[in-house]
């Protein structure tokens, strides 16, 4: 178990920096989210909405929509990237993900809006999604694009991925990577103290 305190999910929000040096605020998504989040996939370009879900859609299916706004049922969850554009906040970026506790791995998939491709947001956010990883206790986190979308195998391998052929599927591939970083060292703040609550929490420390 994720071991999560839900109540309030505004505790494990981040504030990043793109390569620019814009504010990038990556939280939980919240109910509030469900028209501003629709409109995001919606603005994505045909090719963009293709390598986040792998086939032609135009927006998120109802039940789709559903599954993104549930915030740890099966331990699954989904954060957006906002940013303040035009006094507004604004989702930039989403990412979901899914810790699989059998295996101690995290798999994930995210996106970036085309107007904002090339700020270095994708890669700022699977940076705080390997602090989210290590506070979750995944030993690896893994992702799945299609071989032709070379931009995220670009991030992927800037970020120290290794790839590997997909086992079901011979149009995507797979990246993973190692996950090996102690609670006290985790660069995210919320997310290093969710790693030491656990590890307090845990039976072998008052052994």
Request: net charge neutral; aromatic share 10%; hydrophobic share 40%.
């Amino acid at each position: 178990m994720s071991t999560l305190r839900l109540e309030d999910l505004k505790q494990y929000s981040d504030t990043l920096r793109t390569r620019h040096g814009e504010a990038l605020r990556v939280r939980f998504v919240e109910p509030r989210d469900t028209e501003e989040l629709q409109h995001y996939f919606r603005s994505l370009s045909t090719r963009s909405r293709y390598n986040r879900f792998f086939g032609a859609i135009s927006e998120l299916p109802q039940g789709l929509l559903h599954e993104f706004l549930q915030i740890g049922e099966r331990e699954r969850f989904t954060v957006v990237a906002t940013m303040m554009v035009d006094g507004f906040e604004t989702i930039v970026a989403e990412a979901r993900y899914a810790l699989h506790a059998e295996t101690a791995t995290l798999e994930f998939g995210l996106s970036v809006a085309d107007r904002w491709q090339g700020h270095g947001i994708a890669t700022v956010l699977m940076k705080n999604l390997e602090c989210r990883a290590a506070a979750l206790g995944a030993d690896h986190m893994f992702g799945d694009t299609l071989r032709s979308n070379a931009a995220m195998i670009s991030v992927a391998r800037k970020s120290d991925f290794a790839f590997v052929n997909h086992p079901d599927d011979w149009k995507l591939v797979r990246f993973d990577k190692e996950i090996s970083v102690a609670p006290k060292d985790i660069p995210c703040a919320s997310w290093r103290l969710v790693a030491l609550s656990r590890q307090a929490d845990s039976p072998s420390a008052s052994a």
